[in-house]
């Protein structure tokens, strides 16, 4: 596998004013969302609700790449087409989550270290063999008091870094997304000093592991505050604070910078992903787009609610919902034209 053909798989995922769609939830996060709507948690629904995603007419308008659980990227359509095929004959990149979640960082209390470095390398042969060609590993950082500490920034940096290494062997792009949490009531100030801490890290070990920056991409938070912070910042000042972060932090050489939603309601997601294209596009070196989970689907998700007569509805306020982002991309999003659904 050549640099080239990262780098190009990089700016294929990042081309036309689409995104990336985040369906790589676990099992157990699957089953809460489920069960708040009276939906079986079992793996035949996940399957049916999958297939809802993957087979949406239209999908491939907005989104460039999806993004699966190890359970999706095994399972299958009614027909029978693994849905890594079904996502790649529709013009989707498929790509896979590979690590195995954030666990209790040993004597620092409240903070937590992403697993799942062990047998990384052959675990991606696997899912090369599946059809992935990107991957994505997500560290997770806290704030609060004295919160985050720099062994908690320092151990996932280099956890991210090492996978991104591993990932380019194996001629996969890696997303790399380390994650400042929105839970707290923080400042919109101090998840911008956290964000501008981590990420300087990150590419500290990026470097130092060799990692191809034109053959990546970044999946990081918006500078927020916390949701349960007294000021809640609008919109504006949101973008300036996240584009003014990333400017000082991510090198120009990295192809796109795809936002997660972190917990944000699709619509507020979608108006801070705009407000920071429309005043800083001409600015920024890097394509500035979306990777969402729950911002994106949640719409779809309320509306099907396991039901097989409701598929169609569902994929509709699917594929909105993610026009919706690409119109963010491109600064041309209409709050107004999007009423909550």
Request: some cysteine; charged content about 20%.
């Amino acid at each position: 596998m050549t640099a080239q053909t990262l780098i190009d798989t990089a700016q294929a995922l990042v081309a036309g004013d689409k995104g990336l769609l985040a369906m790589d939830e676990s099992n157990a996060t699957c089953n809460k969302r489920f069960a708040a709507l009276n939906i079986p948690q079992t793996e035949s629904a996940r399957r049916d609700w999958r297939e809802l995603i993957v087979t949406a007419p239209g999908l491939a308008d907005s989104i460039s790449g999806a993004i699966l659980f190890d359970e999706t990227i095994r399972q299958t359509t009614n027909a029978g087409k693994p849905f890594a095929k079904a996502l790649t004959d529709a013009g989707i990149i498929p790509g896979i989550k590979v690590d195995m979640g954030a666990k209790p960082l040993a004597g620092h209390p409240g903070e937590t270290v992403t697993e799942g470095l062990d047998g990384l390398r052959e675990r991606l042969a696997e899912y090369v063999g599946m059809g992935a060609r990107f991957a994505k590993w997500r560290g997770v950082i806290a704030i609060g008091d004295g919160l985050p500490t720099r062994a908690c920034i320092d151990v996932n940096a280099h956890a991210l870094a090492r996978y991104a290494a591993l990932c380019q062997e194996a001629g996969v792009v890696p997303i790399v997304e380390p994650e400042v949490l929105m839970d707290g009531g923080h400042s919109l100030a101090r998840c911008a000093e956290v964000t501008e801490e981590v990420l300087r890290e990150v590419f500290v070990q990026l470097n130092a592991q060799g990692v191809l920056l034109e053959g990546m991409l970044l999946k990081p938070n918006m500078v927020l505050p916390g949701q349960g912070s007294q000021t809640q910042d609008s919109v504006e000042a949101v973008a300036d604070a996240t584009v003014t972060c990333l400017l000082r932090t991510v090198p120009a050489a990295v192809p796109g910078v795809a936002f997660l939603s972190g917990g944000q309601s699709a619509q507020l997601a979608s108006a801070r992903l705009n407000a920071m294209n429309v005043k800083f596009k001409s600015r920024m070196p890097w394509a500035l787009t979306f990777s969402f989970s729950r911002a994106v689907q949640q719409p779809a998700l309320d509306l099907w609610k396991g039901q097989a007569a409701n598929v169609a509805e569902a994929q509709k306020a699917l594929v909105f919902r993610t026009g919706c982002n690409k119109a963010a991309r491109g600064g041309r999003y209409d709050v107004q034209a999007d009423a909550p659904r």
